[in-house]
């Protein structure tokens, strides 16, 4: 089992849309969270990121952690065209010196016009 | 101008054959990193270096090997190419200092395709 599971999609939807991408994880020592957002034919740019549990909110994406239910979710609103990418959830533990970060597979998002 | 640059951005070669891909960065940071990116199977890391003398193996460094010249630049090597290793590759550098997201910022991708 991967340590973070995401699924891949695709995930399409119209303009105006709100979009639920989700992630589950199996290390209970994680506890920084983030959300990186690939456009087509780019690499990966970190979009959101949150301590522990809680949510944050930024303009029309918020980031949820669930920490007791090993679960974190990124929350799009008012969904746009420009938002069609693929979006990764990663995650590190507080403890690692390492700092070695854990991605998701990688959601893809379209949203149409 | 881009802070993280590799070089080339696409590659087709065949079976057996020797290829670096090459990164180079301006940002000034201390980590550098390879990833590789298959469909389905997201980012999997590859060798990840934390100054000019650390290097360490990531979840499947197999098959490859990496050289950090210096503190800008990485490079990752195939030294017997093979068709399972065609994948969108990935150079990506952190800061140590202040940054416990270990945010990444990565390059623009290397296409390799082993015939």
């Known amino acids: 089992q991967k340590e973070v599971e995401q699924d891949p999609g695709p995930l399409s939807v119209p303009e105006g849309a709100i979009v639920s991408l989700n992630c589950t994880y199996s290390?209970?020592?994680?506890?920084?969270f983030m959300w990186y957002r690939q456009y087509s034919r780019k690499g990966p740019e970190l979009l959101m990121y949150t301590y522990s549990s809680g949510n944050k909110e930024d303009g029309r994406f918020t980031a949820q952690v669930d920490k007791s239910s090993k679960y974190i979710s990124l929350f799009i609103r008012d969904s746009q065209p420009s938002d069609s990418a693929t979006y990764l959830c990663a995650m590190r533990d507080r403890g690692s010196t390492l700092g070695r970060l854990y991605f998701g597979r990688g959601t893809q998002l379209t949203v149409w016009p | 101008d881009a802070d993280v640059t590799q070089t080339p951005r696409n590659r087709i070669t065949k079976t057996g054959k020797r290829i670096m891909l090459e990164c180079s960065q301006t940002?000034?940071?201390?980590?550098m990193y390879w990833y590789r990116q298959d469909p389905g199977l997201g980012l999997r890391l590859i060798y990840y270096s934390f100054d000019v003398k650390d290097i360490n193996k990531g979840e499947i460094s197999d098959g490859y090997s990496v050289s950090r010249q210096a503190q800008a630049k990485f490079s990752l090597s195939l030294e017997s190419a093979i068709p399972n290793q065609t994948a969108l590759y990935f150079c990506?550098?952190?800061?140590?200092?202040?940054?416990?997201?270990?945010?990444?910022?990565f390059g623009p991708g290397t296409r390799l395709t082993v015939l």
């Open positions: 990506a550098t952190s800061d140590a200092k202040g940054n416990s997201y270990n945010e990444q910022f």
């Open positions: 290390n209970s020592a994680f506890q920084y």
């Open positions: 940002k000034g940071h201390d980590r």
